[in-house]
């Protein structure tokens, strides 16, 4: 376990939370695969690799489509994919610091050096 900040980052094993809300959204809405893909342009199967944890995910701007289209609070989605990229625990953290771990966690995965949230290094 590392600490970055006041934020306690671990592995996650329990498998994918952005997939698990994603797929759960989804079934709840009745929304086809095919829909959701259409409206972020990839194929069904890379909308069945979220939900199945097998690939990381999307970007901040997809999210935010995913968002739209599922009625759902864009910061629900950007903390279940927090959790994912960085393995965060977030239950305890406020829109703005999830949207600070969001920003951390894909300069990380894009191999960039990033500022650890809190201001820690």
């Known amino acids: 376990m590392r600490r970055y ?3 306690k980052v671990v592995r996650d094993t329990a498998g994918s939370v952005f997939g698990r ?14 829909d959701l893909a259409d409206i972020i342009r990839v194929g069904v ?3 069945q690799r979220f939900e199945s944890g097998d ?10 489509k995913l968002a739209k289209r599922l009625q759902v ?11 994912d990229l960085g393995a965060v625990e977030v239950e ?3 829109p703005a610091q999830v ?3 969001v920003v ?18």
């Open 92 to 94: 305890w953290l406020t």
């Open 99 to 101: 949207r600070e771990v």
């Open 73 to 83: 609070e864009p910061v629900d989605l950007l903390a279940a994919a927090a959790e």
């Open 45 to 47: 199967g890379e909308i």
């Open 104 to 121: 951390f966690a894909e300069r990380l995965r894009a191999g960039k050096s990033a500022q650890a949230p809190g201001g820690a290094s």
């Open 55 to 64: 690939r990381l995910p999307p970007k901040r701007d997809v999210i935010l």
């Open 21 to 34: 809300m994603l797929h759960r959204l989804r079934d709840a809405h009745r929304i086809p695969l095919r």
């Open 5 to 7: 900040g006041l934020l």
